[in-house]
């Protein structure tokens, strides 16, 4: 079948490579071919690693030296050239669509412009795509993933998500890292659970995690992001904890600031933890051990045994989250946690938050 159509590969071969192959089959060493092109070996072994641009001098140099006709390396270095530029937009173009791009502008973190590629570098505050794959590959491999089957996110969103997150605490003043007053102060945040809006409990948890040294930022996830939280140390110093609201209920979001917090405290500063994520579909003892820790925050452990008395029992809800200084729908999202009650019982009791007033406060 016969197509109009020319084959243009995903790859690229420079003139250095064809110069390597000539001089291996003729057995020429590297001394001897930078002599004869009168040049050092070590700009000859740039030629080789295709660093430098085969101009019409230097290619009547290669035709006495090698053989091949001048407008032989003139068309090979054309091609090659040619086909940087080929695959630089293609990779371009692939990065951009692993982007959220229509969130990040919907949501304000790129403002709308000509030169696309140039915003998302500078979003990203990156000189080039290379340095972000490495950036961002380098920190998700450092991440345990806590499991989840259902929402396997893509790295551009992650990212995306992640850069955003850092993003805003630039403008938060913290503290340095405390990690005896964190812990006190965790206890401490667990009665603003009662507090029924965001607008009136995101300032507080911003103001007091900022005197122990943690970063506190909401973002709401763009589009192929579905993670619930994050924590890494941005430095020795400082800590980011990162939340997005994804679930919008009040049992969701508190167990996972305090599963978030807990990593914090208990794991190595030099993991980055997401929540929310599958990598390899295995749990783990971090994961388990943050489980228990805001397990803990939440329902305290004097209180342990009482909280499997409670069963389905409504007036007995009420009372228990009154004296344990939670709300309702923690208590009731404890129950379902630990296989008292079921998933669908009782989700009356847990309160729906709202974005708008959420991002009132971000």
Not at 80 to 85: A, E, F, K, Q, T
Not at 151 to 180: F, M
Request: aromatic share 10%; hydrophobic share 35%; net charge positive.
């Amino acid at each position: 079948m016969n197509s109009s159509k020319t084959f243009q590969s995903n790859w690229n071969s420079s003139p250095g490579d064809t110069i390597s192959d000539i001089l291996l089959e003729r057995q020429i060493k590297l001394e001897i071919f930078a002599k004869n092109i009168n040049c050092s070996a070590k700009e000859a072994t740039k030629l080789l690693n295709g660093d430098i641009v085969i101009s019409s001098d230097l290619a009547k140099k290669l035709e006495s030296a090698l053989g091949a006709s001048r407008e032989f390396w003139l068309k090979r270095e054309l091609n090659y050239r040619s086909n940087i530029i080929r695959l630089n937009k293609l990779e371009e173009q692939a990065w951009l669509k692993e982007l959220p791009l229509k969130d990040m502008t919907k949501f304000g973190w790129l403002k709308e412009s000509k030169d696309t590629l140039k915003a998302c570098l500078n979003y990203f505050s990156v000189p080039d795509i290379p340095s972000w794959r490495r950036k961002y590959m380098q920190e998700i491999e450092l991440v345990s993933f806590r499991s989840s089957n259902t929402y396997p996110s893509g790295l551009g969103a992650v990212s995306a998500w992640l850069r955003q997150g850092e993003i805003q605490i630039e403008s938060i003043v913290c503290e340095d890292w405390n990690e005896d007053l964190f812990e006190n102060t965790l206890v401490n945040i667990r009665p603003l659970t009662r507090k029924k809006n965001p607008k009136d409990f995101i300032p507080e948890i911003i103001h007091e995690c900022a005197k122990c040294g943690v970063a506190v930022a909401f973002v709401r996830t763009p589009s192929g992001c579905r993670i619930s939280g994050a924590t890494k140390f941005i430095s020795s110093r400082r800590a980011l904890l990162l939340l997005s609201f994804r679930y919008l209920s009040d049992d969701h979001f508190w167990f996972t600031f305090f599963h978030e917090a807990g990593h914090i405290l208990l794991h190595p500063k030099d993991s980055v933890f997401l929540e929310e994520i599958n990598k390899d579909n295995i749990r783990n003892q971090q994961e388990d051990d943050a489980n228990y820790f805001a397990g803990e925050i939440l329902i305290p452990y004097e209180l342990e045994s009482q909280l499997s008395k409670i069963r389905g029992n409504k007036r007995r809800i009420i009372e228990f989250a009154s004296k344990a200084g939670v709300s309702p729908g923690i208590v009731v999202g404890q129950l379902q946690h630990r296989g008292y009650i079921d998933f669908k019982y009782l989700n009356g009791y847990k309160r729906r938050y709202n974005w708008d007033d959420i991002l009132q406060k971000i």
